[in-house]
């Protein structure tokens, strides 16, 4: 699923930043050993943790055709943060400051992602799982405890960043069917 997430993020980036030509898309981890031909924005995803705040021990029931009742727990919500970083070949750092601004500007957009980029999973459960729009937020703190440690750790020169989080949502737990109601006769 984090695979498919990845896949939309960079759908609706190359849809958004079409003035950047041969833009590379990565999920490298940003260390001294990424070197890009041209520009590139770089997401590294960093943490993935339950959303909390959006948990809820909810059950659902559903009626089935020929009246069978099917039990199904709530998804678990999942924020999932990005490191967001520019490159440009040779270091160049305008042209990084012009695409991060322009990155910034695209994900801004988009409190929530639009379902026509959602690839994979995200699209194909999108009525059973992804009940809702993916909220994101950008320009928030990030879940880093320190920038200046990330950096380096990665042994790199540090960089202009955006944290950019995605809250997708997550079925932990399989249906149950829990029968046919009184009063219903089942086929057989």
């Known amino acids: 699923m984090i695979h498919d997430l990845d896949k ?11 003035d950047f030509k041969d833009l590379e898309i990565s999920f490298a981890t940003p260390d001294n050993e990424f070197a890009p031909n041209g520009f590139a924005v770089n997401l590294f995803l960093y943490d993935v943790r339950e959303n909390r705040e959006l948990r809820s021990n909810e059950l659902y029931v559903e009626r089935q055709l020929g009246g069978a009742i099917t039990k199904r727990h709530s998804p678990v919500r999942v ?9 440009a070949k040779g270091q160049n750092p305008q042209g990084e400051h012009r695409l991060l601004g ?9 409190p929530t992602l639009p379902p026509e980029v959602l690839q994979g999973e995200l699209r194909e459960k ?3 799982e992804q009940d809702f729009p993916l909220p994101t937020a950008i320009l928030q703190p990030g879940r880093l405890q320190s920038v200046g440690e990330f950096w380096q750790a990665m042994q790199g020169k540090p960089r202009a960043a955006l944290n950019y989080t ?13 029968g046919t109601p009184v009063g219903v006769r089942s086929r057989t």
């Open 79 to 87: 924020d999932c943060s990005y490191l967001i970083t520019a490159h």
């Open 102 to 110: 322009a990155v910034m500007k695209a994900l801004l957009r988009y």
């Open 166 to 178: 995605i809250t997708i949502s997550v079925a932990a737990h399989e249906p149950v069917t829990a």
């Open 8 to 18: 939309t993020v960079e759908v609706l980036l190359k849809q958004e930043l079409i």
């Open 126 to 128: 999108k009525t059973a």
